[in-house]
């Protein structure tokens, strides 16, 4: 689709600084006392379900219960299904099991329409057979899945030598942090049964002493990895059905030793639902009591800023973004003009921000020696994981507003990008890029067990991390001569798509991956008229939406047809005119006109946008971390998804709308002052 609008008068000044300006009085009355900006982070239904299942088999009553279960029927499709992200082609068979689970649980009849309808799609739907690695483990902790047909996950991994494959930093830091404590549950098969007794009879309609249990779905290649890896599965079912596990005690205890030493200070684990949710249960399994401090810390902190209240229904958060959030509201308003020797607002956010660096090395500390740590977390209080992409978006922030701030603040700014930096450089892969999280994690072999069936098993770099430090390094004096640079912008070249896009690791999809690119070879000093900058900028501008706006949908991840198409969204759109504006000379005016009346036009009264649409991604569900052909013949079938995004795991971030289009609103205002 491509822009059809005559451009309307956000050609001149005038809308877009009043646009802006109601945007910025937006921040400043909704910034937390403490100084910080957060948004809610929607996802799918598989959250307050586990939450609903983990309340069971912990023995506690969540006094949001009942908030949990209206969220979940709010929730149903008028199939019966629960879905991934609103707007999906089709359901989810994964968050629909759970969410039934978790309704038995709570006390609803079979024979209830709710129930009817979701048992109605989940047998038509390929039944029980389709689901994941994740959704076979909380079955079996209800005693309806069998153990033995579930991946064997021996705590022993713990031990492994760093220089093992199956070292467990090997995997990504998500994976990593749910693989510990799901050793020790699956080490114990612990069974708490549904109040009823009953093992989900219904969901097997030819019986339960029918059912085949076991993986896979389909039967690997004969001596392939994945082959050779489901029988090693079944040789260690085999011997820890016989005891045959020397060791294991001491193993456990390693495990639990680890586990403790994660948690965050609020009471999570690593910022992130699975492995916090995974450790409480593991926990309780090995007989820590529900008062236990980790414990009781754990499930209260989901009262406090993990939980919000939505259409009279509680929901739960998978994770949080205040730092990141924080960040990227401090860089709209100084792109949009605010001074922070002038901003109250921002002299506050400065000093929150400044207080939230890490100074403590991270599970990254493990590979990478000899290092100061001193980057940015995702959410407030997680140490052991900051990560590369909040930390470029700090430099690049601290960058552009150090010059507009003096005394103590300036100081302070100056060491914080000093170590930060260091760290940041140091963090940078072989192969030129950023990843988010760990360096060169990119052992495919990993991604080859049985247990690793969900969504992303690795933390390879990404365009868009890459592309944020590119940026963030440009704003800090560097230009493309420093061999780090140079490197770079070779892995960004590498990573380009035939039709000129760049694929999108962390947002949605190559809208985000080719935004994030753009301004950042025009900040580094590239020739932003070379050959292949000029065909990215032609691919998005050729994605223009009718109304003005850009919007691309989350199946773009499996349907490369749908790269670029989608419903208008305020951060899609906001997106594509930031990668526009990086571009020299009137060719793209029209478009980035269009785009700015459509963010004029659909700010409300208040200075905000609405959206419905997920447009940030936690996994794409590929495995592997990174981008793959998705013309491959058998794909769908490889991965055992399609546009649904089955194994993927989308995320809605309530800030998205807000400060990326103050962010486009201020460049522009840059731009159209020169003009």
């Not at 809308?15 to 948004?39: I, N, S, T």
């Not at 009942?66 to 199939?79: E, K, T």
């Not at 005394?407 to 170590?419: P, T």
Request: with cysteine.
């Amino acid at each position: 689709m491509t822009h059809t609008k005559t451009a309307k008068p956000a050609d001149r000044p005038e809308p877009v600084d009043e646009a802006a300006r109601a945007a910025v009085r937006w921040l400043e009355k909704h910034q937390d006392a403490e100084g910080f900006w957060v948004g809610m982070i929607e996802t799918n239904s598989c959250i307050e379900a586990e939450w609903l299942l983990a309340s069971h088999i912990l023995g506690v009553t969540l006094p949001m219960q009942d908030g949990l279960v209206r969220a979940l029927l709010q929730r149903q499709r008028p199939d019966g299904a629960w879905e991934t992200y609103p707007g999906a082609p089709g359901g989810d068979i994964n968050s629909t099991v759970e969410v039934y689970a978790a309704l038995r649980l709570k006390g609803l009849d079979p024979d209830d329409a709710v129930m009817r309808r979701a048992r109605d799609w989940i047998l038509q739907h390929g039944g029980l057979r389709k689901v994941r690695v994740f959704t076979r483990y909380w079955l079996a902790m209800l005693g309806v899945w069998p153990w033995e047909a579930t991946p064997n996950l021996p705590p022993e991994i713990i031990r492994l030598p760093l220089w093992f494959p199956f070292n467990i930093y090997n995997f990504a830091q998500w994976a990593r942090a749910t693989l510990v404590p799901l050793a020790v549950i699956a080490a114990r098969r612990p069974v708490f049964p549904l109040p009823s007794g009953g093992r989900l009879e219904e969901l097997f309609p030819d019986g339960y002493a029918n059912f085949d249990f076991f993986l896979p779905e389909k039967k690997p290649r004969v001596l392939s990895l994945e082959w050779m890896f489901l029988k090693l599965d079944r040789i260690l079912h085999v011997a820890q059905n016989a005891r045959l596990t020397p060791g294991r005690g001491t193993a456990i205890k390693l495990c639990l030793e680890w586990i403790l030493k994660h948690q965050d200070a609020d009471g999570a684990w690593g910022g992130i639902q699975p492995p916090w949710i995974y450790g409480l249960i593991a926990l309780r399994v090995e007989g820590y009591a529900v008062d236990h401090p980790a414990l009781a810390k754990g499930v209260s902190t989901l009262g406090d800023h993990w939980s919000y209240e939505r259409n009279g229904a509680t929901h739960i958060q998978a994770s949080e973004s205040p730092v990141w959030d924080t960040l990227l509201a401090l860089l709209a308003m100084q792109e949009a003009g605010c001074r922070a020797q002038e901003s109250p607002s921002m002299q506050r956010a400065l000093d929150w921000v400044l207080g939230k660096q890490i100074f403590w090395p991270g599970d990254w500390s493990v590979k990478v020696k000899n290092v100061e740590p001193g980057g940015w977390a995702f959410e407030r209080a997680n140490l052991y994981y900051p990560d590369i992409d909040d930390t470029a978006v700090a430099l690049l922030m601290l960058g552009k507003v150090r010059d507009a701030t003096q005394g103590d603040l300036r100081r302070r700014i100056d060491a914080a990008v000093e170590r930060a930096l260091a760290w940041s450089l140091a963090m940078q892969s072989r192969n030129g890029g950023w990843a988010a999280f760990d360096k060169d994690n990119d052992k495919e072999i990993v991604s080859k067990i049985p247990f690793c069936n969900f969504g992303e098993a690795l933390d390879p770099p990404s365009v868009d991390v890459t592309a944020h430090m590119l940026e963030a390094l440009a704003a800090l004096g560097w230009n493309k001569d420093h061999p780090a640079v140079a490197k770079a912008l070779a892995f960004v070249r590498s990573e380009q798509e035939k039709d000129g896009s760049w694929f999108g690791r962390w947002g949605v999809n190559h809208i985000y991956g080719t935004a994030a690119v753009l301004p950042a070879l025009q900040a580094i000093g590239e020739d932003m008229k070379q050959p292949y900058v000029k065909r990215a900028a032609k691919w998005l501008a050729g994605k223009q939406n009718a109304d003005g706006g850009w919007g691309e949908t989350c199946a773009s991840y499996m349907d490369p047809k749908l790269r670029g198409i989608g419903a208008s969204t305020p951060s899609q759109t906001a997106w594509a005119l930031i990668a526009l504006l990086a571009m020299e000379g009137r060719e793209y005016a029209a478009a980035i006109d269009n785009g700015l009346a459509f963010l004029v036009e659909t700010q409300d009264e208040t200075g905000t946008w609405d959206e419905r649409y997920y447009t940030g991604t936690g996994f794409p569900g590929y495995n592997v971390g990174a981008r793959l052909d998705l013309d491959a013949v058998g794909l769908q079938e490889r991965l055992r998804q399609g546009p649904e995004l089955s194994r993927a795991f989308l995320l809605g971030y309530n800030m998205y709308r807000h400060y990326f289009p103050l962010l486009a609103l201020g460049r522009a205002k840059h731009r159209l002052a020169k003009s």
